[in-house]
């Protein structure tokens, strides 16, 4: 099967998964297993909504098959198809078919989800990360240290564990509620946001604490997609957070029941359900983005980094992706947002990151991204001792010279870094961030959010369209016409 055929058959999927009539669908479902091959679903599923997700799952498996066929030349097709069987024979032996199912599709390197569209119970295949502390002990304690496992906490206002930022003893006007309403605190490093919980779901109060200005504000957004289009309403007790924050905040978000797995970016978030893996304890039985190709590695960082909305369907009304599992396509169940021309939310007009959590946006923008690079070639998500856990100090430079540093593969000066920079080596225009990746963004205060595109932001740009240049964030005496005459005298051999 060619790669044509291949992409082929998956459009027609998506096509079948949009049919509103059941019968049709089921029809559909039937033919195209045929084409594709697929095992097709068994006849005695109890509801509309599981058969669909079967057969979705079987043809899945039969594309993915083809796939590994296609990339793998040294495998003959007769052996996959001799596995397939092989796996099939267990099945009907043991009774047991979604879960060998499962683990197949993870021997295949894509992870069973619930599919855009059809919900299966989103627990599935779901250990908890303490099932991985026995193993990864290492990874584990590091993962702990990071702020992924500190998304969501509890109330806790003294003590070591005191989790709570925010000075509930004061008498700003904007704050309008009390600790006691409090059930869930959110965030911690740029700002602190606070949840309540009414009936079933949370919903996060009308004011956030801004870390380091030590201040209260107003939090009532109006600029995303969802509050400027009045999918929700402006009160906040309107706007639940199952289906505006918890699909990033946790693991394995339960959309039915509207409980996670876990709380928190855990070890599953990015690594997928893990229960065969913890049954096998076989690398093969689990996904490690790393082993990903390069664009699918990206994008289990990408489902939470990447700003967008979802596809005009079921869950359009999500603000994350849902039934998304890492080692699948995001783009999918997430149509990214692209710079526009004009000065957007998200972006600036020129592309820039217009606000945090577009990092995916602007990476894939860059050089770096388009050379293989991935988030986690600087970034390790098992923490180190550097901000944003990079493997190295992106402040003193370290990190960047591995690669553009004297005698290394794509060094960008050959005696002082000062003949790049034009600056004294140590100062700060010196340091690489400030001018690849300067703060551009609004997380809690302007500007406190780097753009990831790596590009010399010239002060042309804040000339053109407003969007904040890394000359100006260190000479703010100066203005963007002086700073765009000085670069324009450098020279370069």
């Not at 010279?401 to 010196?430: I, M, Q, R, W, Y």
Request: with cysteine.
């Amino acid at each position: 099967m060619t790669n044509k055929k291949i992409e082929e058959y998956r459009q027609r999927l998506v096509e079948i998964k949009k049919l509103p009539d059941s019968g049709d669908r089921n029809k559909a479902f039937i033919k195209l297993a045929a084409d594709v091959g697929a095992s097709g679903c068994p006849k005695d599923m109890p509801t509309t909504g599981e058969r669909d997700a079967e057969h979705i799952r079987s043809i899945h498996q039969a594309l993915q098959t083809a796939t590994m066929i296609d990339m793998c030349k040294t495998v003959s097709r007769k052996r996959h198809s001799m596995k397939i069987k092989k796996y099939w024979v267990l099945v009907a032996i043991s009774g047991i078919c979604g879960g060998l199912l499962w683990m197949f599709k993870i021997h295949l390197g894509e992870l069973n989800a619930p599919e855009q569209g059809f919900t299966t119970e989103a627990g599935r295949g779901y250990v908890g990360s303490k099932k991985c502390l026995k193993c990864h002990l290492h990874n584990y304690k590091g993962w702990k240290s990071t702020l992924h496992s500190k998304m969501e906490q509890p109330v806790i206002l003294k003590g070591p564990d005191k989790t709570v930022k925010g000075d509930f003893s004061s008498d700003d006007s904007v704050l309008t509620f009390k600790l006691k309403d409090v059930d869930i605190v959110v965030g911690s490093r740029f700002k602190q946001r606070y949840a309540k919980k009414i009936g079933d779901d949370y919903y996060m109060l009308g004011a956030q604490w801004n870390v380091e200005t030590k201040e209260w504000v107003r939090y009532q957004p109006k600029n995303d997609w969802w509050a400027a289009e009045s999918i929700y309403p402006k009160e906040w007790d309107k706007r639940p957070t199952s289906k505006l924050c918890e699909g990033c905040h946790t693991t394995g978000f339960d959309i039915k029941t509207k409980k996670p797995v876990e709380r928190n970016i855990t070890c599953e978030s990015c690594h997928g359900p893990g229960s065969v893996h913890v049954e096998s304890e076989q690398k093969r039985d689990i996904i490690n983005p790393r082993q990903l190709s390069h664009e699918r590695g990206n994008m289990v960082c990408f489902q939470c980094h990447m700003s967008g909305r979802p596809p005009k369907g079921e869950f359009e009304t999500y603000a994350w992706p849902v039934g998304y599992k890492p080692g699948e396509d995001l783009r999918e169940y997430w149509v990214y947002a692209e710079p526009t021309g004009e000065n957007a939310y998200e972006m600036w007009a020129d592309g820039y990151a217009h606000k945090n959590r577009v990092q995916g946006n602007t990476f894939i923008q860059s050089k770096m991204y388009h050379e293989g690079l991935s988030c986690f070639t600087c970034h390790d998500p098992h923490g180190s001792r550097h901000t944003a856990f990079t493997i190295k100090s992106g402040k003193n430079n370290s990190l960047c010279l591995t690669c553009h540093g004297e005698n290394s593969p794509h060094a960008v000066f050959k005696v002082s870094l000062s003949e790049h920079t034009h600056h004294e080596d140590d100062s700060s225009g010196s340091k690489c961030i400030e001018c690849h990746m300067p703060k551009t963004g609004k997380n809690a205060e302007k500007w406190d959010a780097r753009d990831h595109s790596f590009k010399f932001i010239s002060p042309q740009s804040t000339l053109r369209f407003g969007t904040p240049n890394g000359c100006n964030n260190c000479h703010t005496d100066k203005s963007a016409e002086w700073a765009f005459e000085e670069v324009t005298k450098w020279k370069f051999e």
